[in-house]
């Protein structure tokens, strides 16, 4: 039976983590990015297409790259952040489903219905994207989720002659308690829910 998290787990993830701004001169290792792929490809997507591919800037270079694709704001976030994930999509997800999904054929649900196709990818990369984010938070990292970026560029220059297109970006590190405003409202159940 699964029990439920202790307090201190929930305020990790949840309660008392943000989204930051900027970070500490501590360096991400390439074995934590492997850490966060680890867990967050356990989260359950449809048919688990798994339709996310990241690409990790970590390099000088990538990061000048990505940053001038950006809204000057996000751009100077990029540069100095240890790691910047671009979070895209492959719009030929369905491909793997022989593999990734062998109970039915399910390839032939998308094959030719290209709403299908980017709604799914969508949805479930976007999916994916907060298990990243939750990802890196269990592991002691934080994260800065972001659009404000030219995706058709960063396309071009990151995912050229390939299926995927980008859905957003995220900074990752470890964050600079500076660099964040008090939390934003979050209002209590009554205000957005409604139980039938």
Known sequence: MTIPLSDTALDQLFRTARTYNGYLDKPVSEAQLHAIWELMKYGPTSANCLPARIIWCVSTEAKEKLAALSMPANGEKILKAPVTAIIGMDME?????????????????????????????????????????????????????????????????????????????????YGDPASIFERSPRPGFERFNTIV
Do not use: C
């Open 93 to 173: 997800f369905y491909e793997q489903l022989p593999e990734l999904f062998p109970h039915t054929d399910a390839r032939s649900w998308f094959v030719g219905n290209a709403e299908m196709i980017e709604k799914t990818a969508f949805r479930n990369s976007s999916l994916q994207g907060g298990y990243f984010i939750l990802a890196a938070r269990a592991l002691g990292l934080d994260t800065g989720a972001m659009s404000g970026f030219n995706n058709q560029a960063v396309d071009e220059a990151f995912f050229a002659g390939t299926s995927i297109k980008s859905n957003f970006i995220s900074t990752l590190g």
